[in-house]
Nanobody, 115 residues
Framework: QVKLVESGGGLVQPGGSLRLSCAASGSITSFGYMAWYRQAPGEEREMVATIIPSGETRYGDSVKGRFSISRDKTMNSAYLQMNNLKPEDTAVYYC?????????WGQGTQVTVSS
């Protein structure tokens, strides 16, 4: 069994920053592929950022230049640095760890951007 736990969400004003963290525990604790997704009310879940074993990263168009994904050397934790936050970034943010034939999701952390 694998458990992913996100933290770092909260309420922030437009233009502010937050850093989300995701920690893995359980039978597998090292993942080459990790990603952040988000889901706003009434919307489909969308990919925000992905990091692959080589360290290469990919971002959704709406967050390019503002968000940055990283992970620790053990590939046990992933982070999402979010800068210049906008009200439209408000959503539940989920961490995903995945590979060929499997994927695990965290329970999500709420990010609200509002003045």
């Amino acid at each position: 069994q694998v458990k992913l736990v996100e933290s770092g969400g909260g309420l922030v004003q437009p233009g502010g920053s937050l850093r989300l963290s995701c920690a893995a525990s359980g039978s597998i604790t090292s993942f080459g592929y990790m990603a952040w997704y988000r889901q706003a009310p009434g919307e489909e879940r969308e990919m925000v950022a992905t990091i692959i074993p080589s360290g290469e990263t990919r971002y959704g168009d709406s967050v390019k230049g503002r968000f940055s994904i990283s992970r620790d050397k053990t590939m046990n934790s992933a982070y999402l640095q979010m800068n210049n936050l906008k009200p439209e970034d408000t959503a539940v943010y989920y961490c995903k760890a995945f590979g060929p034939g499997f994927s695990y999701w965290g329970q999500g952390t709420q990010v609200t951007v509002s003045s």
